[in-house]
């Protein structure tokens, strides 16, 4: 997400450009392993939990879906990163929760 902010990065609007440099599939496979990992955790949390009414109404639940969800929806839906970019701020949230 930061070096997205890049200008070099930032030109290649395009993603299928993006992936195709060597550097742009590293940090896609990168994003690709950590949001796997954040998608595992919450759904380990899912079916481990007792009680999961009070699982669904924690805020931090609600973080930690959201963070990963720009992730999903860009890749289903094929959309531009450059059009959720305002969904892709509330990772920024994850960072947060930890401190």
């Known amino acids: 997400m930061i070096i997205e902010t890049l200008p070099a990065v930032k030109k290649n609007i395009d993603d299928s450009a993006i992936l195709a440099s060597r550097e742009g599939r590293i940090l896609f496979y990168a994003e690709l392993c950590t949001t796997s990992f954040f998608t595992l955790d919450v759904l380990l949390r899912f079916a481990t939990t007792q009680h999961p009414c009070r699982l669904v109404t924690s805020v931090m639940t609600w973080i930690d879906i959201m963070s990963v969800l720009p992730f999903y929806i860009q890749h289903t839906l094929k959309i531009s ?16 929760r930890m401190f």
């Open 81 to 96: 990163k450059n059009n959720i970019s305002g969904l892709r701020v509330i990772r920024l949230a994850r960072v947060f």
